[in-house]
């Protein structure tokens, strides 16, 4: 079945430096892959999102890009903040019409200090 | 614009107790989905539905039940609860034409 991996946490950061997760996923056909983050005490929420190949979803200064070669959508940003703390979850739903299935990775958690 | 709602926030149940967690959702979603969140397991889905009426079991659905009886809500059940019940709870919604979940605030729920 479809399956998402991570890169394990938790990921420590000074503020500014620059964000590197990476997600690898296994799918059949042209899955849409996401990056949901989940700030503490609260619910996910959509970061970005890439429905085809080569697709680039950018949102708030972070960055990923769909790879079908090498099956990635790492998330990237160049100069993080504090309040960028945060888990993230590297996701993706099958292609096809009425497709219901969204599958998570385990989630990184981010810790940026000042 | 509410969005997803859970209830209740959190909760403490003894062993063998039951509870149902309710979910809310306002944005006339067809489909609808309970998960676990759990250190280390990322979330792992419980059960599904894909409109009123309807429930589907996901990847860890043994100790629960569900059931969508008015599509703008959707409840998941423990009949006798469990030690490694103790978990977060996250309800989401999505519609059939995109892709984008939303999802509610977590239910905490320790089982002792």
């Known amino acids: 079945g479809d399956s998402v991996t991570q890169m394990e946490g938790p990921v420590t950061l000074s503020e500014e430096a620059f964000l590197t997760i990476n997600c690898t996923y296994t799918?059949?056909?042209?899955?849409?892959l996401f990056w949901y983050v989940q700030y503490p005490g609260e619910g996910l929420q959509l970061l970005l999102k890439?429905?085809?190949?080569?697709d680039k979803g950018s949102n708030k200064g972070f960055e990923a890009t769909y790879r079908k070669e090498t099956t990635s959508f790492h998330l990237e940003k160049g100069s993080v903040q504090v309040s960028d703390s945060a888990v993230y979850f590297c996701?993706?739903?099958?292609?096809?019409?009425?497709?219901?299935?969204?599958?998570f990775g385990k989630g990184t958690k981010l810790s940026v200090i000042p | 614009n509410a969005g997803v709602t859970q209830t209740p926030k959190f909760r403490v149940l003894k062993t063998g107790q039951s509870m149902t967690l309710l979910c809310a959702q306002d944005?006339?979603?067809?489909?609808m989905y309970w998960y676990r969140q759990d250190p280390g397991m990322g979330l792992r889905l419980i059960h599904y539905?894909?409109?009123?009426?309807?429930?589907a079991k996901g990847e860890v659905p043994d100790g629960y039940n569900v059931s969508r009886l008015k599509k703008q809500n959707f409840l998941l059940g423990l009949e006798s609860a469990a030690p490694s019940q103790t978990s977060v709870y996250f309800c989401?919604?999505?519609?059939?034409?995109?892709?984008?979940?939303?999802f509610g605030q977590g239910t905490r729920l320790t089982v002792v």
């Open positions: 539905s894909v409109g009123e009426g309807t429930t």
């Open positions: 944005m006339n979603h067809e489909y």
């Open positions: 996701a993706l739903s099958p292609s096809g019409a009425g497709s219901y299935q969204l599958t």
């Open positions: 799918a059949t056909g042209y899955p849409s």
């Open positions: 890439a429905t085809k190949a080569d």
């Open positions: 989401a919604s999505r519609p059939t034409t995109e892709f984008e979940a939303f």
